[in-house]
Nanobody
Framework: EVQLQASGGGLVQAGESLRLSCVVSGLKLGDYSIGWFRQAPGKEREGVSCMSSYRQNTFYDDSVKGRFVISTDNDKNTMYLQMTNLEPGDTGVYFC??????????????????WGQGTLVTVSS
C-alpha cells in the first residue's frame, strides 16, 4: 500500500520559517513526480510547488516564488517543502502528493494519484 505522511506544520508568525516533510512508503520516490498543494479556508485546493523527478524540472506558484523550495531525499524516500518568510496568505492545509506522469502541468491536482492527509500551517500577522 502506498502511503504519504505529511508533517511539520504549525502556528508561526509572519516572517518565520517552516519545513514540511512527507515520508513516502510503497514506491520509490525518485521515480515519481511530486507536488505540494494547499487549501485555505473557503478556497479551492491549489498547487504550490512540484517537481518532475524524471525530467528534473521544478515549478512554483507565483505567490511562493523566491520563498519556498521543494526538495527530496531519495535515500530517506522523503520530500520536503522549505518555507521562508511566511505570510498570512500562506495559511492552509498542505498536502503532499505523487504521480507517475503528468500531462500539462504538475501544479494541477488532478494529475496526482497518491495523496497524504495534510498538515496545517497557520501564519499570524
Amino acid at each position: 500500500e502506498v502511503q504519504l505522511q505529511a508533517s511539520g506544520g504549525g502556528l508561526v508568525q509572519a516572517g518565520e520559517s517552516l519545513r514540511l516533510s512527507c515520508v513516502v512508503s510503497g514506491l520509490k520516490l525518485g521515480d515519481y513526480s511530486i507536488g505540494w498543494f494547499r487549501q485555505a479556508p473557503g478556497k479551492e485546493r491549489e498547487g504550490v510547488s512540484c517537481m518532475s523527478s524524471y525530467r528534473q524540472n521544478t515549478f512554483y506558484d507565483d505567490s511562493v516564488k523566491g520563498r519556498f523550495v521543494i526538495s527530496t531525499d531519495n535515500d530517506k524516500n522523503t520530500m520536503y517543502l522549505q518555507m521562508t518568510n511566511l505570510e498570512p496568505g500562506d495559511t492552509g492545509v498542505y498536502f503532499c502528493a505523487a504521480t507517475g506522469w503528468y500531462g500539462t502541468s504538475c501544479l494541477n491536482d488532478y494529475e496526482y494519484v497518491y495523496w497524504g492527509q495534510g498538515t496545517l500551517v497557520t501564519v499570524s500577522s
